[in-house]
């Protein structure tokens, strides 16, 4: 299995900053994708990040709010910006195995906006 | 539709007995996988068991076994001789792999487990 690492793993953040969100996986991996769970709630992508293209967003999450880098096959940051106490919730990494239906997810980042 | 539907929002167990969390699911592909997720309360998402849909024998990983019915589109999991560490939340997932890579996820089960 993947394992995945988050930084930071929490934050709390003022209304109208943003804040990056790294994860690093320990092996190369072709897509990435980001998860996020507002509170008592379950799990909606974002977007999935392939190396060397653009991320693809989901309805309802912009660039301009959650942009992605992916600049290698093992790393990606998702920037939340000109938060909101709204966005507050874990955001999660998630990557798939080698088997074509596995998928392993990074332990999270639980964003507080105030 | 709901793609994924865990109807049980809170479930209590006695230490050591057995649980079956419920899980449902809609897809018209014949190709897609079933997992569960066990997420405690430090919020990490832990991969528990999968299913795929060609799966003749229904899935096992140590005291977590999977119930497939494939016709009632089910895949329950059964939790056997609960610890007090199984408390959390569980959530069940599908996957489509006709339908690029997508993952849905159901609303999740709160599990506690009575001393």
């Known amino acids: 299995s993947a394992v995945i690492s988050q930084k930071p793993s929490r934050d709390i953040c003022q209304r109208g900053t943003s804040l990056t969100i790294q994860c690093q996986v320990d092996?190369?991996?072709?897509?990435m994708f980001w998860y996020r769970q507002q509170p008592g709630q379950s799990l909606t992508l974002i977007a999935t990040?392939?190396?060397?293209?653009?991320?693809?967003?989901e309805s309802g999450f912009v660039i301009d709010k959650f942009p992605i880098s992916r600049p290698n096959l093992t790393f990606s940051t998702l920037t939340v910006s000109n938060m909101s106490p709204e966005d507050s919730s874990i955001y999660l990494c998630?990557?798939?195995?080698?088997?074509?239906?596995?998928?392993?997810f990074g332990p999270g980042t639980r964003l507080t906006v105030t | 539709a709901q793609k994924i539907t865990q109807t049980q929002p809170g479930m209590f167990v006695q230490e050591k007995e057995a649980v079956t969390l419920d899980c449902t699911y809609d897809?018209?592909?014949?190709?897609?996988?079933l997992f569960w997720y066990k997420q405690p309360s430090s919020g990490e998402m832990i991969f528990l068991i999968y299913?795929?849909?060609?799966?003749?024998q229904n899935a096992t990983e140590g005291r977590y076994s999977l119930n497939f019915q494939k016709a009632r589109k089910s895949a329950n999991l059964v939790i056997s001789a609960s610890q007090l560490g199984d408390s959390a939340m569980y959530f069940c997932?599908?996957?489509?792999?006709?339908?690029?890579?997508?993952?849905?996820f159901g609303t999740g089960t709160s599990l506690t487990v009575i001393p």
């Open positions: 897809t018209s592909d014949q190709s897609y996988g």
């Open positions: 092996s190369q991996v072709t897509m």
């Open positions: 299913q795929g849909s060609y799966d003749e």
């Open positions: 997932a599908m996957r489509e792999t006709n339908v690029g890579n997508q993952f849905y």
């Open positions: 990040a392939n190396q060397g293209s653009e991320a693809t967003y």
């Open positions: 998630s990557v798939e195995g080698p088997g074509v239906y596995e998928q392993y």
